[in-house]
């Protein structure tokens, strides 16, 4: 199969979730990276939860904001906008409070739930538009 065919399976199957698992997924790995960074602070574990976090939030926002364009381009913009939205967000937790782990958990946590509403709202807006 394709790789561009691959990504945009995987793409739809995270960006029309239904049933929020891929949102409590993303949670699941916020978790884990606290966990990790509290407790085994190993590369081993951090690495593949961070990739899966970053995967199914950039997913969610390249879908939700740049559906018309092709895969990689959705990829790509979805990498920056969510790459931008996690500096600012970091940014201003750092403002308010220290960033150690408990507060680079709350800001990983507000990234991914504004991900999934972006998400969530314009999926429900195309939906409305084709009825």
């Not at 997913?59 to 904001?65: E, K, R, S, T």
């Not at 990829?75 to 996690?86: C, D, H, K, N, P």
Request: hydrophobic share 55%; aromatic share 14%; with cysteine.
């Amino acid at each position: 199969m394709h790789p561009e065919y691959q990504l945009k399976n995987l793409e739809e199957t995270i960006a029309h979730d239904r049933r929020f698992l891929f949102t409590i997924m993303s949670f699941v790995m916020i978790f884990l990276i606290y966990f990790n960074e509290l407790l085994f602070k190993s590369i081993a574990i951090g690495a593949p939860a961070s990739i899966v976090f970053f995967l199914i939030n950039i997913l969610y926002l390249g879908q939700a904001l740049f559906g018309n364009e092709p895969p990689y381009i959705r990829f790509a913009l979805g990498s920056l906008v969510f790459f931008l939205s996690l500096g600012i967000i970091g940014w201003g937790t750092l403002i308010v409070h220290n960033l150690d782990a408990v507060s680079t958990s709350a800001a990983l946590f507000i990234v991914a739930i504004l991900c999934s509403t972006i998400n969530r709202l314009k999926r429900s807006r195309r939906r409305g538009n084709l009825e």
